[in-house]
């Protein structure tokens, strides 16, 4: 069975600096799709980047960026510039393409303080 | 962009009452809607999948008679859970998939906070 592990429960950063969360997986599949979700203190949850594991070429929205790594099996998201906003916790999830149960595997989760 | 709206947003109920919950897509088809329960400061549980016009599929460990799942509409998926009891108390967070497929992501409610009394 798939799994997703974030080794670290929390993590701080200074506004303006450069913050790398931790994400792995383990699964046998060859392809599949990798998220990023952010969940403040509102607990609505919002997608932050995505990744698909046939693209070799690492995603990038804005401030956010990962690095995936496929045979490593690690999926890091890197938060340039950090702001107050990105305060929340991070879940990192996996999707599977070829059963059809369409489900995430959710992470753990990282807290991430930024501060002033 | 797609918007699911989940209501109540909170909700008190006493011990032995049933409530539903509702989500709904407004702006696209939800093919397929999963259901998570999320306690404080842990990760989201995934309890069930439903599709549309067919009987949700229950996690390991969840039980179908307390937690019924409806999803009779492309638009429309409820969770009910019966016969509540404080220890079902809870955050609840609906996700739906579209019938483009869902590659970018999913959108989620904003989930209910259930106490039971």
């Known amino acids: 069975a798939q799994t997703v592990t974030q080794s670290q429960p929390e993590m701080s950063v200074q506004e303006a600096e450069t913050v790398t969360l931790s994400c792995t997986y383990d699964?046998?599949?060859?392809?599949?799709?990798l998220f990023w979700y952010k969940q403040p203190p509102s607990r609505q949850m919002i997608l932050v980047i995505r990744?698909?594991?046939?693209?070799?070429q690492n995603a990038t929205e804005n401030r956010f960026s990962v690095n995936f790594q496929k045979a490593a099996k690690s999926f890091s998201l890197k938060i340039s510039d950090s702001q107050l906003g990105d305060a929340a916790m991070y879940f990192c999830?996996?999707?599977?393409?070829?059963?059809?149960?369409?489900?995430?595997?959710f992470g753990t989760g990282t807290r991430l303080k930024v501060l002033a | 962009g797609a918007v699911v709206s989940q209501h109540p947003s909170w909700v008190i109920c006493k011990s032995g009452t049933s409530v539903k919950i509702e989500c709904r897509s407004l702006d696209f088809q939800a093919t397929t809607m999963f259901w998570y329960r999320q306690f404080p400061k842990q990760s989201l549980m995934l309890m069930a999948t439903s599709n549309e016009g067919s009987k949700a599929t229950y996690e390991q460990g969840v039980e179908k008679d307390k937690f019924l799942i409806n999803h009779a509409s492309l638009t429309l998926s409820t969770l009910t859970v019966t016969s509540a009891h404080p220890e079902d108390s809870s955050f609840y967070i609906c996700?739906?998939?579209?019938?483009?497929?869902?590659?970018?992501?999913?959108?989620f409610g904003s989930g209910t906070r259930l106490t039971v009394v």
């Open positions: 699964t046998s599949e060859s392809d599949y799709y």
């Open positions: 999830a996996y999707r599977e393409t070829t059963s059809g149960t369409y489900k995430y595997i």
């Open positions: 996700s739906a998939r579209s019938s483009t497929g869902g590659s970018y992501g999913y959108t």
């Open positions: 990744q698909e594991a046939y693209k070799q």
